[in-house]
């Protein structure tokens, strides 16, 4: 019931499944605005490819994602020219530690993304990272973040620190802007 729902309020003609995953989102088949998603999953059923299309017929890639052997993801591509990279650490609980590591600079990048200066990088040609985040659980040195020598602070970046239920004591985020501030 809720899908056909979904489906009177968006225009939703199909969703195709194969094997519990879905195969196929089509939102307004056959009229002047139609879209199409596609998906593609490996052999364990983890999505690896994302790609759309307006007319179902010519496709476009929008992401790829690679996965650790032991199963999390390690690294999402996005765009057809991979105009963005983003590789995720995990703590030894499985939980997320970081995206990008916690600088934006292509020689200490996770992924080596845009890193032009090592010849065997097979991401030297990727855009250079547009953010990093590294997370914190706790607040003893035992379970720092990444590297909490790099981490500093500008004012007005994005900063976190929980308490518990939560125990997220810390986050921080950066990013890259066109501009440069204005002071």
């Not at 089509?26 to 009229?31: R, T």
């Not at 991979?82 to 992924?111: C, E, F, S």
């Not at 620190?161 to 802007?177: E, Q, V, Y």
Request: aromatic share 10%; net charge negative; charged share 20%.
């Amino acid at each position: 019931m809720i899908l056909r729902y979904i489906q009177a309020a968006v225009g939703l003609n199909a969703l195709r499944f194969l094997g519990g995953n879905v195969k196929q989102v089509d939102y307004q088949k056959g009229k002047p605005d139609a879209f199409h998603h596609r998906y593609a999953y490996d052999a364990d059923n983890r999505i690896t490819e994302v790609q759309t299309s307006a007319d179902a017929i010519n496709w476009m890639r929008d992401a790829r994602y690679f996965y650790y052997p032991h199963g999390p993801l390690q690294r999402a591509e996005l765009g057809k020219l991979v105009v963005q990279g983003m590789d995720y650490a995990y703590t030894l609980q499985g939980w997320l530690k970081g995206i990008n590591g916690n600088r934006l600079d292509p020689a200490t990048d996770m992924g080596h993304d845009g890193d032009l200066a090592d010849a065997e990088t097979t991401n030297d040609l990727v855009g250079h990272d547009a953010f990093a985040l590294s997370l914190g659980y706790y607040g003893d040195e035992d379970h720092a973040a990444i590297d909490p020598a790099w981490v500093s602070t500008p004012a007005g970046a994005p900063s976190q620190k929980w308490g518990p239920p939560a125990r997220l004591l810390r986050s921080t985020s950066r990013s890259t802007t066109a501009t440069s501030p204005t002071p």
